[in-house]
T-cell receptor, first 113, second 117 residues
Framework: GEDVEQSLFLSVREGDSSVINCTYT??????LYWYKQEPGAGLQLLTY?????DMKQDQRLTVLLNKKDKHLSLRIADTQTGDSAIYFC?????????????FGTGTRLLVSP | EAGVAQSPRYKIIEKRQSVAFWCNPI?????LYWYQQILGQGPKLLIQ????????DSQLPKDRFSAERLKGVDSTLKIQPAKLEDSAVYLC???????????????FGPGTRLLVL
């Protein structure tokens, strides 16, 4: 079945760039997503990329996709303390004919002043 | 527009008791999902509804979990009887897709935190 893996923890200083990495297994994935989860809250969609794209930029967020290596990354420029949260990578799975998301284990980002 | 609503936000029960969670999706959203998120893990899909029909319940422990979506709007997820390993956050999400056959953005509620003692 599908498997999505992420590193567990990342610590950066305020103002630095953060890069969160993800690997996935399903070569038929058509969309890949990044979600943010703050303490006590649900998941908030940050951005997504279609699998025929290499890069997508949205304000401070840059998503890079290496489809050959099945590697996805999220870069946050000028990281702020408010960016501290858990970030989930998810791949869209259409294998059953209906859409569903398969999530990674999440990367906890800690931003220190 | 209002987001996905869930209640209760927190629930503590003893093992072998029953519990029910409620979800109200975003108005007009045809597809509704229930996820289980165990501490330290990503969300795992339990069941997916398209209007009031089930399209995927392959990971739902059917001996103790049940869910329904009457009239294709609100949904309830029930656990009976609960086990210690059911302690988790139960997330509800919805998306607009009227056929559940396209990858559309899922919007998540705040979740219900369940602790089974």
């Amino acid at each position: 079945g599908e498997d999505v893996e992420q590193s567990l923890f990342l610590s950066v200083r305020e103002g630095d760039s953060s890069v969160i990495n993800c690997t996935y297994t399903d070569s038929s994935s058509t969309y890949l997503y990044w979600y943010k989860q703050e303490p006590g809250a649900g998941l908030q969609l940050l951005t997504y990329i279609f699998s025929n794209m290499d890069m997508k930029q949205d304000q401070r967020l840059t998503v890079l996709l290496n489809k050959k290596d099945k590697h996805l990354s999220l870069r946050i420029a000028d990281t702020q303390t408010g960016d501290s949260a858990i970030y989930f990578c998810a791949e869209g799975d259409m294998n059953t004919g209906f859409q569903k998301l398969v999530f990674g284990t999440g990367t906890r980002l800690l931003v220190s002043p | 527009e209002a987001g996905v609503a869930q209640s209760p936000r927190y629930k503590i029960i003893e093992k072998r008791q029953s519990v029910a969670f409620w979800c109200n999706p975003i108005s007009g959203h045809a597809t509704l999902y229930w996820y289980q998120q165990i501490l330290g893990q990503g969300p795992k899909l339990l069941i997916q509804f398209q209007n009031n029909g089930v399209v995927d319940d392959s990971q739902l422990p059917k001996d103790r979990f049940s869910a329904e979506r009457l009239k294709g709007v609100d949904s309830t997820l029930k656990i009976q009887p609960a086990k210690l390993e059911d302690s988790a956050v139960y997330l509800c999400a919805s998306s607009l897709d009227r056929e559940a056959r396209r990858l559309e953005t899922q919007y998540f509620g705040p979740g219900t935190r369940l602790l089974v003692l």
